[in-house]
């Protein structure tokens, strides 16, 4: 397995976690130089907050905590392609790397209604982000997930 698909593991485990604590099915990890930084899944059921995507925390926590060459470092792991909301705190973080498991595509494909279904790196282009995105990665397993919930 690659450290790509073993870090989205990771990702689809944290969306797992917020499952049990009572959130939709969202997990995100930070990585700098192949060590987690900082995990986060979804709590916005548990917060009531609109705004508590793991990966709009995880963007949050590196503008603010780390250095701007450890944000280009950093690549973003995370169980479903992050939403424009997201995308954009990603693009104003300057994270140099998102790996997602899932595709807002396939996500919407599922749900009938929730999903802005704008694809992350068409807001970061039109950002002028220099974020790379790549995936899907291991969407069947990541999927499971958001069979099993939706
Ligand atoms: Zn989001």
């Known amino acids: ?3 790509d698909e073993s870090f989205i593991r990771d990702a689809i485990d944290l969306a797992r ?3 049990d604590n009572g959130n ?3 997990g995100s990890l930070l990585v700098v130089d192949d060590a987690v930084v900082r995990t986060a ?8 907050d609109i705004a508590a995507h793991p990966e709009f ?3 949050r926590w590196a503008a603010s905590e ?25 693009v104003y973080a300057g994270l140099g790397r ?27 282009e039109r950002g002028n982000g220099s974020t790379t ?3 899907p990665v291991l969407e069947d397993e990541g999927l499971a997930i958001h069979k099993a919930f939706f």
């Open 1 to 3: 397995m690659s450290t």
């Open 17 to 19: 976690a917020a499952v």
């Open 24 to 26: 939709t099915p969202f």
């Open 41 to 48: 899944e979804n709590t916005t059921r548990s917060d009531d």
């Open 57 to 59: 925390k995880l963007a």
């Open 66 to 90: 780390l250095e701007a060459g450890e944000r280009e470092a950093c690549t973003m792991y995370t169980s479903t392609e992050p939403c424009p909301m997201c995308a954009s705190a990603i």
């Open 98 to 124: 998102v790996v997602y498991s899932v595709s807002v595509d396939s996500l919407a494909a599922l749900r009938d209604d929730g999903v802005i279904e704008i694809p992350c790196e068409e807001v970061i």
């Open 133 to 135: 995105v790549e995936g």
